[in-house]
């Protein structure tokens, strides 16, 4: 079993900066692989980001550029840095987690390869 906490969620102005950290716990051996979704008001869940095996990471569309996913292993934390951020970012984020498998290694974006969810850290982006 896994347990994720998210942190580093606030309030900041268009073009601003946030950074998000999960912290991973319980059995985390092996070492899991790990996203970042986001809900935001009338949307559905979204990827954000992922982070597979072997230093492979994948973006969404809409955060490419601007959001970079990073882990320490050391810390069993994940890490997202937000840069120039608008306010169509504004939602929760969450950490998602599962033990690797062929399919997970590629750090999937889809929300049914995870099974262990963080509670959401919000992220308000407002003047």
């Known amino acids: 079993q896994l347990q994720l906490v998210e942190s580093g969620g606030g309030a900041v102005q268009p073009g601003g900066s946030l950074k998000l950290s999960c912290v991973a716990s319980?059995?985390?051996?092996?070492?899991?692989?790990l996203a970042w979704f986001r809900q935001t008001p009338g949307k559905e869940r979204e990827a954000v980001a992922s982070?597979?095996?072997?230093?492979?990471?994948k973006y969404a569309d809409f955060v490419r550029g601007r959001f970079t996913i990073s882990k320490d292993n050391a810390k069993n934390t994940l890490y997202l840095q937000m840069n120039s951020l608008k306010p169509d970012d504004t939602g929760v984020y969450y950490c998602?987690?599962?033990?690797?498998?062929?399919?997970?290694?590629?750090?999937?974006?889809?929300?049914?390869?995870?099974?262990?969810w963080g509670q959401g850290t919000q992220v308000n982006v407002s003047s």
């Open positions: 998602a987690a599962d033990y690797p498998t062929s399919t997970r290694i590629a750090g999937p974006l889809d929300y049914y390869e995870y099974s262990f």
């Open positions: 319980g059995n985390t051996n092996p070492w899991p692989c």
């Open positions: 982070a597979g095996r072997g230093g492979i990471t």
